[in-house]
């Protein structure tokens, strides 16, 4: 606490009633910073849950698009066998 007051480490004492004001000040900035790291600790942890969630959601799209990728490249095996020629790729070169 003498520290942060900047005095000398244990110059201030609760004993010492000359310090009375300036402990009460000192515990007061110490409840405001400790509610401000509060809020930012709680605002952190919603935005680490959001990345988390938009992660799941990318995986989930990634997925989703492997599965449909898989299913196209089976269904042109397919339309190959059956019509016994090549087929041409969706997308012109």
């Known amino acids: ?7 000398g ?3 201030i ?8 004001d300036l402990i009460v000040a000192i515990d007061r900035a110490a409840e405001v910073q400790s509610l401000g790291n509060q809020a930012e600790r709680m605002r952190l942890e919603k935005l680490k849950k959001e990345a988390d969630d938009y992660r799941g ?10 599965s449909l990728l898989l ?9 190959r066998k059956l019509t016994g020629a090549n087929v041409v790729p969706l997308r012109s070169p």
Not at 1 to 7: C, K, T
Not at 13 to 20: L, Q
């Open 1 to 7: 606490m003498a520290l942060e007051a900047g005095r």
């Open 57 to 66: 959601y990318w995986e989930d799209a990634i997925g989703r698009e492997i």
């Open 71 to 79: 299913e196209v490249y089976e269904l042109k095996q397919q339309l």
């Open 9 to 11: 480490k244990g110059s």
């Open 13 to 20: 004492k609760k004993s010492r009633s000359i310090f009375a």
